[in-house]
Nanobody
Framework: VQLVESGGGLVQPGGSLRLSCAASGFSFSNYAMSWYRQAPGTEHELVARISSDGGKTVYADSVKGRFTISRDNIKNTVLLQMNSLKPEDTAVYYC????????WGQGTQVTVSS
């Protein structure tokens, strides 16, 4: 199983980023996928989750209305569109899959600062 995140970077407050997670090594379309984040000194925090068919999504209260999770079951990718970014969104963002056990990507750094 491989989960490879990309798209992080430095952005000013109010800006946007789109994160991508490329998945391989498992039947991607059969499983829900999630984005988590971890700021220094904190635990992993669920940001958003999407069902296997993309029909259901769940968001953390802190990102509702600003972030959108989506997936492409042909390309085996899950995306996180992040708009109206705030300094408190600064964290390492991880793609996560769960079947039998938890799988994590290597993470991508998002820094929101002026």
């Amino acid at each position: 199983v491989q989960l490879v995140e990309s798209g992080g970077g430095l952005v000013q407050p109010g800006g946007s980023l789109r994160l991508s997670c490329a998945a391989s090594g498992f039947s991607f379309s059969n499983y829900a996928m999630s984005w988590y984040r971890q700021a220094p000194g904190t635990e992993h925090e669920l940001v958003a989750r999407i069902s296997s068919d993309g029909g259901k999504t769940v968001y953390a209260d802190s990102v509702k209305g600003r972030f959108t999770i989506s997936r492409d079951n042909i390309k085996n990718t899950v995306l996180l569109q992040m708009n109206s970014l705030k300094p408190e969104d600064t964290a390492v963002y991880y793609c996560r899959a769960f079947f039998a056990r938890v799988y994590w990507g290597q993470g991508t750094q998002v820094t929101v600062s002026s």
